[in-house]
């Protein structure tokens, strides 16, 4: 908790210190990698860099930590914590990483807004982000306690995977599956449980992103889906093109241990899978589960997509819905095949969906996708703590809007 004080300082100027932090965060990152390029080279995603969505989605992390810092110390953002937490683990983020964060953004804090920090201001914030990195380091070691591995943020967590096979599941998706090249059993993952996967580029780069786990769970391989991302806007997903066209079977890559953003509770109840383009990859796993486990509440399933040529497992999706009691699947497509629903054309209409009180909802899908969907469900009457996100892409938006979009150390994860 901040101290009076500093309450009172963060309180009177989070509104022009949040106008500022775009500019704050870009000039942040301008000098880390000055002094460190190796750090954007290694570390960071560069797609996400280059399109200014790592910048934003730092101030947009640091202006929600300390909004609700101010508002209510007792309800801080958990979930947006707890994500970026998940995802500092699974690249192996250290503790005095924080320390070369915390020089770089209070040099950018000092040079945007000039005479404007005061020693108070400077020390009011410097609270709020050790407050907010304290939280961040006991969620990781948290977080890799919880996927089984050592005290302590070790970057020797990453394991060498050889590719056995690989299949294209549409045009643009490819499916790899994986066994540990060291000839050791693959570790048990939970249904929605994602990896970070790390390759070695030809420009000489260590690029990292996460993928769903898709495959059993206890099937002694890992299987993920990767779609190729090509953008008209800005650079393609290098690491994505990289899988698709240069790591055949038999290639080896290096994945971090399973961890977690998109898990069903203990007693799952009545269920909303909202899911939206390659987004569908961690709503299969979760469906498997239920069918597994002889679930009898209802479940209804969203699914949006351009095509059913370009809907990834859709008979598997339509199966396992059919598989529950009290299952019921919606297929959105906005170039639909002969014989498809013509009130399912175009996005989902979820107005027209019952979403009783006590319903957990999963959306997964890009960002825009996720926060309209939120928005509408919360404008509903769902509450915020109901609603789970996986969001694909980084989107500075996400983090009000309760979803991870980035942190100062890795990035949501595609590309």
Known sequence: MLSE????????????????LPAISSRFYDLLFADHPVLLRDVFNRVRHATGEQPAALAAAIAEFAAHLVRDPSALPEAMLSRIAH????????????????????????EVLGDAVTPEVAAAWDETYWLMAGRLGAAESDARTAAGLPAGPLTSSWREWVVVDRVEATGQVTTFRLVPADGGPAPVFRPGQYTSLRVFLPDGAWQTRQYSLTGPPDSGTWTI??????SAQGPDGEVSHHLHLKVPVGARVELSAPFEDFVL?????????????????????????????DHQDPVTVVHADRSPRTHVGRD??????DALPNGTAHFWYTEPSQGHHVER??????DALPVPCGTHVYVSGPPSFVIDVRTRLQDRGTPPEHIHYEVFGADAQSYAAGGHAGCPWSDAAVG
């Open 5 to 20: 004080e500093s309450a009172r300082t963060v309180r009177e100027t989070l509104p022009a210190v949040t106008r500022a």
């Open 87 to 110: 995802r500092h683990a699974s690249v192996g983020v250290r503790p005095e990483q924080y320390g070369l964060v915390h020089e770089y953004l209070f040099r950018a804090i000092g």
């Open 225 to 230: 889906s990767v779609k190729r991302v090509q």
């Open 265 to 293: 509770p203990e007693l799952p109840g009545h269920l909303l899978l909202v899911s939206a383009g390659i987004g569908v990859t961690p709503v299969l796993p979760l469906l498997r589960q239920l069918a597994g486990s």
């Open 316 to 321: 598997e999706h339509q199966a396992l819905v």
């Open 345 to 350: 054309l175009g996005r989902p209409d979820l």
